[in-house]
Nanobody, 124 residues
C-alpha cells in the first residue's frame, strides 16, 4: 500500500505562485508514475491536472494549466512537486496527489493511490 502525503496548499492572491509537494512511502514497486488532480467546490468532478513518469522523462498537463504549472519529481526523496504560477481564482480547489504503476493510468484518471488532498484558494 502506498501512502501519499501532500503539503503546500494555502490562500494566495491572483497572479501569485504556490508549490505543492507530495511524498510517497510504502508500496511494492520501486517507482510509480505520479500526478496531480483537483476538485473545485460546488460538487464539480475531480479533474486531471498534471502527470510525470517515474523517470521524470515525460510529463502531461491539462490544457487549463499548460504554461502556468510545472510538475517535477525528486526520486531520491520520493517526492513530486507541482509549481503553480500565475494562479487564477478558477484554480481554487482541493488538490490531490496520485500514483500508479503506469503513466497512462494517471493521465487517464485511474491511479492506484490517492492522497488526502490539500486546499488551494486563490482570491481575486
Amino acid at each position: 500500500q502506498v501512502q501519499l502525503v501532500e503539503s503546500g496548499g494555502g490562500l494566495v492572491q491572483a497572479a501569485d505562485s504556490l508549490r505543492l509537494s507530495c511524498t510517497a512511502s510504502g508500496g511494492t514497486r520501486s517507482r510509480y508514475a505520479m500526478g496531480w488532480f483537483r476538485q473545485a467546490p460546488s460538487g464539480k468532478e475531480r479533474e486531471f491536472v498534471a502527470a510525470i513518469t517515474w523517470t521524470g522523462g515525460a510529463t502531461d498537463y491539462a490544457d487549463s494549466v499548460k504554461g502556468r504549472f510545472t510538475i517535477a519529481s525528486d526520486n531520491a526523496k520520493n517526492t513530486v512537486y507541482l509549481q503553480m504560477n500565475s494562479l487564477k481564482p478558477d484554480d481554487t480547489a482541493v488538490y490531490y496527489c496520485a500514483a500508479a504503476a503506469f503513466f497512462r493510468m494517471v493521465v487517464g484518471g485511474r491511479p492506484d493511490y490517492w492522497g488526502q488532498g490539500t486546499q488551494v484558494t486563490v482570491s481575486s
